[in-house]
């Protein structure tokens, strides 16, 4: 009877790691971002977008730069930027980043 349920924990533990059932790094959260932000560029720049890719700020973790990609190579890729910030409450809020990375700020 032990044996059975902590099988039947263990699987459902694996089963809600599976479908992001936890708050570590990535998240949960992360899928949600991504398609928030790709929704957003479609609809503000008319382009389709191909992928989302966010990384983590190096000094704040709740804060993410995102790119909406619009154009790849097998080299680089370019689009938009956005910041994004995770909440504490699992929520997230984003913003496209309006000054170009040319600039260097």
Do not use: N
Not at 4 to 26: E, N
Not at 30 to 37: K, M, S, V, Y
Request: glycine share 10%; hydrophobic share 45%.
């Amino acid at each position: 009877m032990g044996r059975l349920l902590v099988a039947a924990l263990a699987i459902g533990l694996a089963a809600g790691l599976a479908i992001g059932l936890t708050r570590d790094a990535p998240g949960p959260v992360l899928p949600r971002i991504e398609a928030a932000i790709a929704k957003d560029a479609r609809t503000r720049y008319g382009r389709p977008v191909r992928d989302v890719r966010c990384v983590r700020f190096q000094f704040d973790r709740t804060k993410l730069s995102c790119t909406a990609v619009h154009y790849e190579t097998a080299l680089a890729y370019s689009g938009k930027l956005y910041i994004a910030q995770v909440l504490p409450d699992g929520g997230f809020r984003y913003h496209p980043y309006g000054i170009p990375i040319w600039k260097g700020v």
